[in-house]
């Protein structure tokens, strides 16, 4: 049995492998990804065998670089009824890249991915929340390319990104385009994070559940989970040189992750980003216009 709560929750995974990591671009260079072994195809199949089994469809935000390699796989995240989304091509924050350098990338990846599953692809996500208030100028390139919505902006504050004044849940933020936030929590004046990553690795499970509870009871609104095939993968390769931040950050509670998610499947109800956020699902979203 997998389900519970009436309110349905947007269950997403970000398709990249360990060394794509924002945090190890540092300690390993671009050049040598395709020296890598990549680990992403065994990840996925043991996710969408969790998925199948409590019959969950979820979003999966992936790399065009990845879909350029395993284009089974992305026919295969279609096919099983699961939302293909865009996480940009090379996995290049969008801080890092110019407007023009960053139109490009989006529309490869979206091309992309849309010729190999043949299904257009609606939503994006930044590589790590990369879009707030010094770049939204961004949210204009994926409405000209042709995105719905975003799940690019995460209001908390953090020292690697975050929008902590953005507005908490999904709203529309361009003429065409809905940003659709990770959840936070509202508590002691502040946005505190629970939406997964790390935050649900380091975080007691029953504490995680609590706060997405608390946002479905008392908030009234959808949480939006997430989560890497790679944070499940308990014999990937250790990465030497790393910070002890960094290390602890990617690292921590890995041996875990697994059996948190599959109690996470038993005890809300989970959905696709599209099925729960896009007009057509009668779900009234504010306007925020930037």
Partial sequence: MCSTLPITNALTIDVEDYFQVSA???????????????????????????????????????????????????????????????????????????????????????SLLEDIAGVPVQGYRAPSFSIGASNLWALDSLERVGHRYSSSIYPIQHDHYGMPDAPRFAHQIREKLIEVPLTTLRMFNRNLPCSGGGFFRLLPYELSRWMIKQVNLCDAEPAVFYFHPWEIDVEQPQIPGLGLKTRFRHYVNIRRTEQRFSRLLQDFRWGRMDKIFLQESGRPVSVVLN
């Fill in 24 to 110: 190890f671009a540092p300690f390993i260079r671009r050049s040598e990804w395709d020296t890598r072994e990549c680990r992403v195809e065994r990840n996925m199949d043991r996710i969408l065998a969790l998925l199948d089994g409590c019959g969950i469809h979820a979003t999966f935000f992936t790399l065009g670089w990845i879909a350029e390699r395993y284009p089974k796989l992305v026919r295969r995240i279609v096919d099983e009824g699961h939302e293909l989304a865009s996480h940009g091509y090379g996995h290049e924050r969008v801080s890092d890249l110019s407007a023009q350098e960053f139109f490009q990338d989006i529309q490869r990846a979206k």
